[in-house]
Structures are given as C-alpha cells and as structure tokens.
C-alpha cells in the first residue's frame, strides 16, 4: 500500500476573539494519497477553509492551531520553523482560493507575479522565469501567452485569472494543490472547463489536489474520495460513489436532498433546517444532533466516533445511528 | 477611460476650483472688510491715499466688474504693491518662495523617510510593541504644537549640546565669504551647482533643526496612514497568495502590500505638503528663515493685506496642482484608477 | 402606522444597546480614559482658576515687575514671565482662551457643516453640485493661511481668530454627514417615513441627524485637539486674544524671546498645548475605535 502524501491527524485549530473562542477545527483527520483529487466538503463556516489554510500554518489571525500533527512527505509541518514552511509553500504545496480576481495582486503585472514566484524556488534568470512561465501558461491551454503576461489581472476575464492563479501554484512544481471553491465565483460553463484543467493536470503531472467546496457536484464529477466536514469534524469520509450513493450521515443525507437532481425523481429540494453553529458554545453529544430529526439521548451525550458503514473498510461515517440501522 | 482624457478632465476640474477660489479671495479682500481701501493702503491711512486706493482697487464699479479686473490682474502675475516694503509683491516673493520651498520638500523628504517604514512595520506587525510605539510617536507627533518644538530643539541641540546653529539660513562668516549665486533660490542646489561644498555643508547644518521640526506633523500623518492602508491591504487575499507562494514577509510588507498602500500616503503627504507652506510660518519665524513664513508674518503685524492675500492664492495654486500631480502620480502607480 | 413606531423603537432600544457595549469597551481603553482625566483636570483648572491659585490677579494679567524672571520656586513652581507674573496663574487662566477656542471652533463648524451636509446627501441633485463644490473651494485653502487671511479682514480679536478657523473647518463635516446621510437616504426606515407623507424636514431631523451623530462626535473630539493647535498658531503669530488676557499660544510667543536664558516661561504653557491636543486626540482615537463597527472583525 502506498504511503499518503498528506495526513492530518487530530488537528484542532482556535480563534481567540473578544465575543469568545471559536471552535473552528475540532479533531479533522484525513489523508490524501499521490495524484489523487480528495474533496473536502460542507457548508460556510464548518472549518474546511481553516483546515486548508492549516496545511499550510496560514491560519489567520487571531487563530491558532492548538493540536494535531500534519504529516507531508515523513515530516511533520507543525514542527516545522516558518523559514523552512516559506520553503514548501509555492514550492511542494501551492493553493488557489475562490474568488481568483481578489487573489491576485492588483497593482502588479500577471508575468510579474509569476516569474517573481519562480525566482522565489528555482535560480534562474529573469529571462528563463519569463519562458518558463509563458510554457506553463502555454500548458494550461492559454492563447498568447506573452499578451497575458503583460496584463493586469483586472484585464482579464474571471476564468483567464484563474488559470493564471493555477500557473502561479503550479509553476513550481508543487505535488499538492490546495483548491478552495475555486469556481464558486465563476460562470459555469467557465466552472467546467476549471475543473476539467485541474482534473487533467492531476492526470499529466501527477499532482494530487484537496478539493475544498461547498458543492457535492464538483466532488461528483472530480473526486475520488471525499470527506464531508460539520462543525469543525469529519462526520463522513470515503470514495466519492459510496457516499453519495449511500450516504450513511444524517447530514450527508440532508446535503444530498438540498441538491437539485434533475434525474433524481420529483421530490422537492430539503434544506437542512436550522443553520451551522457558530463555534463559541461547546456543543454535547453529537455536533450535528440540534438539526437532526432522528437525535436520540445518546446523540444528546456522546459524541460518535468515525466507524465503517459497509464491508469495504473504506467508507466511514460518525454516528450512532449505523450500529442500530444493521443491528 | 484613456489616461489623458481622465488627467485632462482632472486639469479642467482644477480650473474650475481655482476660479472659485479667486473668488473666495476676492470676498475677502474687497467685500467683507468694512473700508476695503484702507485695508489696501495699511495702518494709518491719508484721506488722500484711501481716495487713490478706491480708485485703483475700482471700489466705484460694481462687484461685478470689479472681479473682472480683479482676475485679469492675477492672471498677469499682478498681485499688487506691499504696503511695507513698497515692492511689487512678485518680486519679494521670487525671493521668498524658493527658501520656504527648500525648507518644506526637506521635510517632506524626512517625513516620507521615517514615517514610511515605521507605518509599514506598525501594521505589520499590528499590536506589538513596534506598532505602539509607532502610534504614540504617530500621535505625539500630531498633536505637537511645532513652534514650541522649535524652541526646545533649538535648547537642546545649540544652547546644550552646541551641534547646530540656532537659527538662519547660513552662518554670517560663511555669507560674506561665499558669495551664493542664485540660480534656483534653493542654497543646497546653488552650492552644489558651484562646487561650494563648504558652503553646502554650512547650508544643511542650518536646515536641519528647522527642517526636522517642520516635518513632525506631515510624519505624524505619514504614519498614521501607512499604518492603516497596510492593515487593510494585509487583509486582502492576494496577501495570503503571496504567503502561500513563499515569498519573504519582508518583500510583501515592502512591496507587494506597499504598493498597494501607498497611494494613500501620497494623497497625505501631497496635503501635508501644502499644509507645511503655512506651517512653515511659525517656524520661520523662530529660525530666522527668510521665507514666504517671515514675510507673512510681517504682514499680519503690518496689516499688509495685499501680501496675505496673495500669499494665500500662491499657496492654494500649489495646493490645487499638486493635489492635480497626486491624481497623475495614482494613475501611474494603480493601473486600476483611470478606470473610474 | 404601529409598525412604524415599533420600528423606531426597536432602533432607538438596539442604540441605546449599542451604546452601553461602547461605554464598557470604552473603559477598558486605559489611553482613553486617561486622556479624559487629563481633558477634565485642564478643563476644572480654567473654570477655577482664580482659587486655585495664590495670585488670580495676576492671572488676569496685571504685572508684578518686582519678582521678573524668577524660575521655578515653591512660591512660583513654574517661575514667572517678563512682567513677573507667575506663569502657572498664566497657564490656568490661559487655558480659559484656548480650551473655548477648540470647542467653540468645533461647535460653529458642526452648526454650519452638519445641515449642509445632510441637505446635500438627501436632496442630491443640484443641491448637491452647489454645496458640494463650494465646499471643494474651501478645502482648497490652506486652513491656516486662509484664518489668518480671514482673520485680518474681520480685525484682530478673539472672536474673529475663532470665526476665521471655524470657517476654514465646516467643509470637513459637510463631505462626512453628505456621505452618511447619502446611506441613511436608503435605508428602509427612511423609506418608509417617506412612504407615510412625514414631512421632509422632519425626516432630516428625527431620523437623519440622530443617526450621523456619531461619526461626527468621533471627529469632532480629535478636531477640538487641532483647533487648539490652529488657536495657538495663531495666537503665536499675534491673532486673537489681546494683551493681557492670558493666552497660551501667546505666551509662548511673548516667552521664546527670553527661551535659551529662561525656558520655563514659554515650556510650560508649550507643555499645556501639547498635552491638551494629545489628549484630545487619543480620546478621538479611543471613541473611534470603540465606535467603529469594522474594527470588530469577524472570523469566517
């Protein structure tokens, strides 16, 4: 079996503020193995964002990672001073965010930005960064690369500033990409042809990508497993098909039924009711039992551990309600 | 938008706040005092000499028509006669503004050189010990009243320390034994131009008290609003794009957070700029600084209206212009501007 | 019509709220309420300046030529001036001129800038343009240059020195309110007084004003600092008050004749100056922050 690139381990993660301290990240544990596309899904607020800003010891202020361990190529990143996180930062593991046109540097030229990164992690001329970004804007299948490069990104089109954002991360070399809801901002059709570039580059270079995003469509369509996070934990986790087909989690099942299924039969669209807990106030027993129609007193007390719904091993889910369903 | 036709409507709007502003002057100058006349011809005026003024100054015409002759006289330099040195007013003031312009773009160069990185590193590095001192040094420097700073500068580092000269623009042996050729009226420009390097140094020597004190409230604000535009730059996310590609935080708080922050310190120090003209009144005054200060000032105890108001439209053309080279200097820097 | 005034209740109930948590986070703000100390103790000294010193008349201004000069002694802890009055007489009573000349500026420029301001934010329009504008035209001037201009016209005296700088103030809290007010004008409950037939006026002044107060107190707090500073500028150069009334603007100016031989007559009413507008910038500073809902950020 092959060693994941990337394991989060028990990582909890704060923020100290004056109305009280949020649980942002309470104990998420995953692993993403090479070339492997993993969705890390929920709704605004659950934490996914933090933990991937975690990754890499981004956490922004006043927030602090309070424990866990986040285990890279045999190393542990929490262990590790800032001057050696700038080193694998853009250089090993790079990351794009949702709305690409806030992400890039406004008063700056897009060639600028680019070259600058790869100057950052390789010795080159100027001249050579130049040529190598122009090629890996050429691979990412955009026209007239020079003409980009030249551009202000407020020249360009939303979709065009997300290629770009992609080259910036990809530029490098990196071998994990951290992608958070990097199409929510974009038409869809432009969403598609995003997530088809990304799929293709984990195909042609091997790259594996932590797919954060609201949107169990994109983790449908691109993912091969998945991790559905709720209030700062995992609550489900395993490959894509057998938890969205057989959703063992009462909130995975209520995200499922919020979706629009145009094949599905007619039943109406359910949401959720109720909304994310804002984190200050501890919550007993299970997290999501507040919004759960089938909470019990158990629910009410103890909180669930991660255990195997099915044979297979590989699709977990948190809650109490799996042994009794088979039991 | 093109550029120029933006800059070109800028130039066109500052016209227009320019004429509003004569307009403001002449108020003051022909219809708010009671005996505008007098006011022309200074203290202790002859019947003889306020009937001449009346005449001169049109006092007889309507408004109107006395504005009209009011403009096309400024528009041809003509600021009119100082009622103390009898001089026409654009002669004293080729002498007066090139001292007054050397002792304020020094101390706009020190405000920019200070207060720039110690505002970069106070939002930084927000709510540490470096961003308090930054902001108490930012405070103090603002609320300082700098014609009492002066004095205890001059305290300090003459009457203790002996290190520089109280006040002037240079020593007296110096003056007689270097004879300045003005070319530009700036000291520091004319003896460099002549290879006078004694003279250059005894001309900085004397620009450093008053220059420093001179600077103290464009550095307050300096300070003030580096801080502030880092903060909120540091917030955006092309910051944490920056972070997540590894870059050095010394090169995003000095380059790519700064150029984005630093428009608003231009704007800051563009109008401090101007606000240090006036400022510099007072501390003329304490260096002996043979300015447009000095000469303002003795026209307020001479009642010389007709400088004080013709240093006050010198002063707000300035303003107009440079708020004018701001606009241009933005649009150069953020690509994004020409675009509103 | 009951929802209405439910409405305006809720508002003034979630103001009255708002402006307890600004109170408590405001005590905790140890500059802030320092600086008020240090704003009521001057305050205090003007008002009862003549028994809290041992030589009011003095204060007042008559001369005691017999003791010139004296530096600072038990009898006269701050020494005396040229004419021998003691300079802590001085400074108590001169912080009656310049203490009324930084709030009395503020007062006027709110009074003439805040209906300004509100006038063109609601009507918009060519109201707009024209006040607008006008108010372009004076902050084109360099503030001082234009009181000291204004000053000279009006005659010297106190009152024309005050008028003058507040005339060179107001466009400031014309463009604030005209912001304000330009958001408010949107706002549903405006909207909807507007809907029910209340009359204009009263729309501006029940539920306009009330609700631009308070940036425009933020403002006004640290602008009594600088109208001081202006005050005492001007003062320095020889506008406003007369001798002999004390002054501490003038005081400095009188003192920096005799400054390298006898500092302490023109340092501490300098001293006085300096911690006045400190404090009432860090007090600005202070009610700012707690006032300002975006320094309280939310995490995501």
Same mark, same amino acid.
């Given at each position: 079996?092959?060693?994941?690139?990337?394991?989060?381990?028990?990582?909890?993660?704060?923020?100290?503020?004056?109305?009280?301290?949020?649980?942002?990240?309470?104990?998420?544990?995953?692993?993403?193995?090479?070339?492997?596309?993993?969705?890390?899904?929920?709704?605004?607020?659950?934490?996914?964002?933090?933990?991937?800003?975690?990754?890499?010891?981004?956490?922004?202020?006043?927030?602090?990672?309070?424990?866990?361990?986040?285990?890279?190529?045999?190393?542990?990143?929490?262990?590790?001073?800032?001057?050696?996180?700038?080193?694998?930062?853009?250089?090993?593991?790079?990351?794009?965010?949702?709305?690409?046109?806030?992400?890039?540097?406004?008063?700056?030229?897009?060639?600028?930005?680019?070259?600058?990164?790869?100057?950052?992690?390789?010795?080159?001329?100027?001249?050579?960064?130049?040529?190598?970004?122009?090629?890996?804007?050429?691979?990412?299948?955009?026209?007239?690369?020079?003409?980009?490069?030249?551009?202000?990104?407020?020249?360009?089109?939303?979709?065009?500033?997300?290629?770009?954002?992609?080259?910036?991360?990809?530029?490098?070399?990196?071998?994990?990409?951290?992608?958070?809801?990097?199409?929510?901002?974009?038409?869809?059709?432009?969403?598609?042809?995003?997530?088809?570039?990304?799929?293709?580059?984990?195909?042609?270079?091997?790259?594996?990508?932590?797919?954060?995003?609201?949107?169990?469509?994109?983790?449908?369509?691109?993912?091969?497993?998945?991790?559905?996070?709720?209030?700062?934990?995992?609550?489900?986790?395993?490959?894509?098909?057998?938890?969205?087909?057989?959703?063992?989690?009462?909130?995975? $099942?209520?995200?499922?039924?919020?979706?629009?299924?145009?094949?599905?039969?007619?039943?109406?669209? $359910?949401?959720?009711?109720?909304?994310?807990?804002?984190?200050?106030?501890?919550?007993?027993?299970?997290?999501?039992?507040?919004?759960?129609?089938?909470?019990?007193?158990?629910?009410?007390?103890?909180?669930?551990?991660?255990?195997?719904?099915?044979?297979?091993?590989?699709?977990?889910?948190?809650?109490?309600?799996?042994?009794?369903?088979?039991? | 938008?093109?550029?120029?036709?933006?800059?070109?409507?800028?130039?066109?709007?500052?016209?227009?706040?320019?004429?509003?502003?004569?307009?403001?002057?002449?108020?003051?100058?022909?219809?708010?005092?009671?005996?505008?006349?007098?006011?022309?011809?200074?203290?202790?005026?002859?019947?003889?000499?306020?009937?001449?003024?009346?005449?001169?100054?049109?006092?007889?015409?309507?408004?109107?028509?006395?504005?009209?002759?009011?403009?096309?006289?400024?528009?041809?330099?003509?600021?009119?006669?100082?009622?103390?040195?009898?001089?026409?007013?654009?002669?004293?003031?080729?002498?007066?503004?090139?001292?007054?312009?050397?002792?304020?773009?020094?101390?706009?160069?020190?405000?920019?050189?200070?207060?720039?990185?110690?505002?970069?590193?106070?939002?930084?590095?927000?709510?540490?010990?470096?961003?308090?001192?930054?902001?108490?040094?930012?405070?103090?420097?603002? !609320?300082?009243?700098?014609?009492?700073?002066?004095?205890?500068?001059?305290?300090?580092?003459?009457?203790?320390?002996?290190?520089?000269?109280?006040?002037?623009?240079?020593?007296?042996?110096?003056?007689?034994?270097?004879?300045?050729?003005?070319?530009?009226?700036?000291?520091?420009?004319?003896?460099?131009?002549?290879?006078?390097?004694?003279?250059?140094?005894?001309?900085?020597?004397?620009?450093?008290?008053? +220059?420093?004190?001179?600077?103290?409230? +464009?550095?307050?604000?300096?300070?003030?609003?580096?801080?502030?535009?880092?903060?909120?730059?540091?917030?955006?996310?092309?910051?944490?794009?920056?972070?997540?590609?590894?870059?050095?935080?010394?090169?995003?708080?000095?380059?790519?957070? /700064?150029?984005?922050?630093?428009?608003?310190?231009?704007?800051?120090?563009?109008?401090?700029?101007?606000?240090?003209?006036?400022?510099?009144?007072?501390?003329?005054?304490?260096? !002996?600084?043979?300015?447009?200060?000095?000469?303002?000032?003795?026209?307020?105890?001479?009642?010389?209206?007709?400088?004080?108001?013709?240093?006050?439209?010198?002063?707000?053309?300035?303003?107009?212009?440079?708020?004018?080279?701001?606009?241009?200097?933005?649009?150069?820097?953020?690509?994004?501007?020409? /675009?509103? | 019509?009951?929802?209405?005034?439910?409405?305006?209740?809720?508002?003034?109930?979630?103001?009255?709220?708002?402006?307890?948590?600004?109170?408590?986070?405001?005590?905790?703000?140890?500059?802030?309420?320092?600086?008020?100390?240090?704003?009521?103790?001057?305050?205090?000294?003007?008002?009862?300046?003549?028994?809290?010193?041992?030589?009011?008349?003095?204060?007042?201004?008559?001369?005691?030529?017999?003791?010139?000069?004296?530096?600072?002694?038990?009898?006269?802890?701050?020494?005396?001036?040229?004419?021998?009055?003691?300079?802590?007489?001085?400074?108590?009573?001169?912080?009656?001129?310049?203490?009324?000349?930084?709030?009395?500026?503020?007062?006027?420029?709110?009074?003439?800038?805040?209906?300004?301001?509100?006038?063109?934010?609601?009507?918009?329009?060519?109201?707009?343009?024209?006040?607008?504008?006008?108010?372009?035209?004076?902050?084109?001037?360099?503030?001082?240059?234009?009181?000291?201009?204004?000053?000279?016209?009006?005659?010297?005296?106190?009152?024309?020195?005050?008028?003058?700088?507040?005339?060179?103030?107001?466009?400031?809290?014309?463009?604030?309110?005209?912001?304000?007010?330009?958001?408010?004008?949107?706002?549903?409950?405006?909207?909807?007084?507007?809907?029910?037939?209340?009359?204009?006026?009263?729309?501006?002044?029940?539920?306009?004003?009330?609700?631009?107060?308070?940036?425009?107190?933020?403002?006004?707090?640290?602008?009594?600092?600088?109208?001081?500073?202006?005050?005492?500028?001007?003062?320095?150069?020889?506008?406003?008050?007369?001798?002999?009334?004390?002054?501490?603007?003038?005081?400095?100016?009188?003192?920096?004749?005799?400054?390298?031989?006898?500092?302490?007559?023109?340092?501490?009413?300098?001293?006085?100056?300096?911690?006045?507008?400190?404090?009432?910038?860090?007090?600005?500073?202070?009610?700012?922050?707690?006032?300002?809902?975006?320094?309280?950020?939310?995490?995501?």
């Amino acid at each position: 079996m092959t060693e994941p690139l990337l394991r989060i381990e028990d990582l909890y993660v704060r923020f100290r503020t004056d109305e009280g301290t949020i649980r942002a990240v309470n104990g998420v544990n995953l692993e993403i193995m090479p070339g492997e596309m993993f969705g890390l899904v929920g709704e605004s607020g659950c934490g996914k964002s933090v933990t991937g800003l975690s990754i890499l010891k981004l956490v922004p202020h006043p927030g602090r990672i309070t424990r866990g361990k986040i285990w890279f190529r045999g190393e542990n990143l929490l262990e590790k001073p800032e001057s050696a996180m700038r080193e694998i930062r853009g250089r090993h593991i790079a990351m794009i965010f949702q709305d690409p046109m806030s992400s890039l540097n406004p008063v700056f030229t897009v060639g600028h930005q680019i070259t600058r990164v790869i100057r950052r992690h390789h010795h080159v001329s100027r001249r050579e960064a130049w040529e190598r970004a122009a090629g890996t804007l050429d691979d990412l299948g955009i026209p007239d690369p020079e003409r980009v490069m030249r551009s202000y990104p407020y020249e360009l089109s939303g979709g065009m500033q997300q290629r770009v954002m992609i080259a910036i991360a990809l530029s490098c070399g990196a071998e994990l990409l951290i992608a958070d809801e990097p199409t929510t901002a974009l038409d869809v059709t432009i969403q598609a042809q995003i997530l088809e570039l990304l799929n293709a580059l984990r195909i042609r270079r091997g790259v594996s990508i932590l797919m954060i995003t609201h949107d169990l469509g994109v983790v449908a369509e691109t993912c091969d497993r998945v991790a559905v996070l709720y209030a700062g934990r995992v609550v489900e986790s395993g490959p894509t098909d057998a938890v969205l087909q057989a959703p063992a989690h009462p909130y995975t $099942q209520g995200l499922l039924n919020a979706l629009p299924r145009p094949s599905a039969r007619r039943k109406s669209l $359910q949401a959720i009711p109720g909304s994310v807990p804002g984190g200050i106030e501890e919550i007993p027993g299970c997290p999501f039992h507040p919004r759960c129609a089938l909470a019990d007193d158990l629910c009410r007390s103890k909180t669930p551990i991660m255990t195997p719904v099915d044979s297979s091993g590989a699709h977990l889910a948190a809650c109490h309600l799996i042994g009794k369903s088979e039991g | 938008m093109p550029r120029w036709e933006y800059l070109i409507r800028r130039l066109i709007l500052s016209v227009l706040v320019l004429l509003g502003v004569t307009v403001i002057t002449f108020t003051i100058s022909r219809v708010v005092p009671s005996n505008p006349a007098a006011l022309w011809v200074g203290p202790r005026p002859t019947q003889e000499q306020i009937s001449r003024a009346r005449e001169i100054l049109g006092l007889d015409k309507p408004l109107p028509v006395q504005y009209i002759r009011y403009i096309s006289a400024l528009l041809q330099g003509d600021f009119g006669v100082s009622v103390r040195t009898h001089q026409p007013i654009l002669t004293d003031l080729r002498t007066y503004l090139p001292a007054t312009l050397e002792l304020v773009i020094a101390a706009m160069l020190i405000a920019l050189g200070i207060g720039l990185p110690l505002g970069v590193l106070a939002g930084a590095y927000k709510g540490t010990l470096v961003d308090a001192i930054a902001r108490l040094i930012a405070v103090a420097c603002v !609320s300082m009243p700098t014609f009492w700073l002066a004095l205890l500068f001059q305290l300090i580092f003459f009457s203790n320390l002996h290190w520089l000269p109280v006040s002037g623009r240079l020593s007296t042996v110096i003056k007689l034994t270097h004879p300045i050729e003005q070319v530009t009226g700036f000291y520091l420009i004319d003896s460099a131009l002549a290879g006078d390097w004694e003279l250059f140094r005894d001309a900085l020597v004397h620009l450093i008290l008053p +220059a420093f004190t001179l600077s103290t409230y +464009a550095l307050g604000l300096t300070i003030r609003m580096t801080r502030s535009s880092m903060v909120e730059v540091l917030q955006e996310r092309y910051i944490t794009t920056a972070r997540a590609a590894g870059l050095p935080e010394r090169e995003i708080f000095f380059k790519f957070a /700064l150029k984005n922050a630093i428009v608003p310190t231009l704007t800051v120090l563009g109008l401090s700029f101007v606000y240090s003209l006036t400022g510099a009144i007072l501390i003329e005054v304490i260096f !002996s600084w043979h300015g447009l200060g000095t000469y303002v000032t003795e026209a307020v105890l001479a009642v010389d209206f007709p400088v004080i108001i013709a240093v006050t439209i010198i002063v707000t053309v300035f303003y107009v212009f440079i708020n004018l080279a701001l606009d241009w200097f933005q649009a150069i820097l953020d690509p994004r501007v020409t /675009l509103g | 019509m009951q929802r209405w005034l439910g409405d305006i209740i809720r508002r003034n109930e979630a103001r009255l709220l708002e402006y307890r948590r600004m109170g408590r986070a405001f005590r905790r703000d140890v500059l802030a309420v320092a600086s008020l100390i240090v704003i009521i103790a001057f305050a205090l000294g003007a008002i009862f300046a003549p028994w809290l010193t041992p030589y009011p008349e003095q204060g007042e201004g008559e001369p005691n030529l017999s003791e010139k000069f004296s530096p600072p002694s038990p009898e006269h802890p701050f020494g005396t001036d040229n004419l021998g009055r003691d300079v802590l007489a001085r400074v108590l009573y001169g912080g009656r001129s310049s203490l009324s000349i930084g709030l009395m500026v503020v007062v006027i420029a709110v009074a003439i800038g805040t209906p300004l301001g509100a006038l063109a934010g609601y009507f918009g329009g060519w109201v707009d343009e024209l006040i607008m504008r006008v108010t372009d035209m004076f902050l084109a001037f360099p503030p001082l240059l234009l009181a000291i201009a204004i000053a000279s016209a009006l005659g010297n005296s106190f009152t024309n020195a005050m008028l003058a700088i507040a005339i060179t103030w107001w466009p400031w809290y014309t463009r604030l309110v005209r912001a304000q007010t330009l958001s408010l004008r949107e706002r549903e409950f405006v909207a909807a007084a507007r809907g029910m037939g209340v009359r204009t006026p009263t729309i501006i002044a029940r539920h306009i004003l009330p609700n631009v107060m308070t940036p425009v107190l933020v403002q006004a707090t640290s602008d009594i600092g600088s109208a001081i500073l202006t005050g005492a500028a001007m003062s320095f150069i020889g506008l406003g008050v007369r001798p002999p009334t004390a002054d501490w603007g003038a005081m400095v100016s009188t003192g920096r004749v005799y400054f390298l031989g006898q500092p302490w007559f023109a340092a501490f009413p300098g001293l006085a100056i300096f911690l006045v507008t400190l404090a009432f910038n860090l007090l600005g500073d202070g009610i700012r922050d707690v006032a300002d809902p975006q320094t309280r950020r939310s995490v995501q």
